[in-house]
């Protein structure tokens, strides 16, 4: 039986009135990454909101733009990290079908952990094994060195990811690690709720792909989408807000498990079906 979770009420038209200039201030922003820092940083988080806010009017992702927003935010957000792992003074990036050269940066503000594991997950969505491969060979120094502090259960869970990647046989030790972090004597900085609701289900979704375990790891998502629903219609202000349109981390962890076989037993407007399908393969080289 096919569990479902129902995404919250927005106002489509309204939020389709403000795609044009989001798009307008995001092109901006494209035309100044190869040699901006300050684009770079905005980009990142530009370039999800809109391939967020376009799921809002196409809650499947079943139109090219809303594909293609995707992709965009999965290009950038891989972009900045290579060049700040590349020992060249700069690095060739294909972004919006374009070769771009982005100028070598090294440790930056915006190239945090929290940063990587949004890469990452985009890459997962996108299902672009090259872009992993980098993402996973980008050393814990250069985070750690981005000058903001973090809890430490983010860097267990990027080694985890990391080390699943790379086929290395520690990952089940790095999970577990970043799960025992997730208690709150070991949270200094990271408020419980969002702890509970947002980053700690996804965790336990791998840990069941991990296992092979579909019961379970359908059991797991579909808590993930009630807590990530939870979470996003607790007042007003967060169930308007477009962050909560997508359940990125579940989506990018249930693509992963679909693509090695684990059937999806969950519906949800939290999970665009088009993404988790892949149903855009091949349409673009990217």
């Not at 795609?19 to 040699?35: A, C, F, G």
């Not at 579909?222 to 962050?243: C, F, G, M, Q, V």
Request: include cysteine; hydrophobic fraction near 45%.
């Amino acid at each position: 039986m096919v569990a479902s979770v129902p995404r919250q009420t927005y106002p489509v038209a309204e939020m389709n009135e403000v795609i044009p200039t989001m798009e307008e201030s995001l092109d901006n922003m494209v035309r100044s990454i190869e040699t901006s820092h300050s684009a770079r940083s905005m980009v990142l988080s530009k370039s999800l909101n809109v391939a967020r806010i376009r799921c809002i009017g196409d809650p499947d992702a079943v139109m090219l733009e809303t594909w293609e927003s995707w992709l965009l935010a999965m290009q950038v957000s891989s972009a900045v990290f290579a060049a700040a792992v590349t020992d060249q003074p700069t690095v060739t990036c294909k972004i919006r079908q374009e070769e771009r050269q982005l100028e070598a940066t090294g440790p930056q503000f915006y190239l945090n952990a929290g940063t990587w594991i949004d890469a990452f997950l985009l890459a997962l969505i996108c299902r672009e094994p090259a872009r992993l491969d980098m993402l996973a060979r980008v050393p814990e120094t250069l985070l750690r060195d981005c000058g903001g502090v973090m809890d430490e259960y983010i860097y267990a869970w990027v080694e985890a990811l990391r080390s699943f990647w790379l086929r290395r046989d520690d990952v089940g030790q790095h999970l577990v690690r970043a799960v025992d972090l997730t208690a709150p004597e070991h949270v200094r900085i990271m408020d419980t709720e969002t702890m509970s609701k947002l980053n700690y289900p996804p965790m336990m979704m791998f840990y069941r792909y991990l296992r092979n375990d579909t019961a379970g790891f359908n059991e797991a998502l579909n808590d993930a989408l009630r807590w990530h629903k939870e979470y996003w219609t607790a007042d007003e202000d967060r169930t308007e807000n477009i962050t909560g349109a997508v359940a990125v981390a579940p989506l990018a962890i249930a693509c992963l498990a679909k693509a090695n076989g684990i059937p999806i037993e969950v519906e949800s407007g939290y999970l665009p079906t088009a993404l988790l399908d892949f149903s855009w393969r091949g349409e673009f080289d990217a």
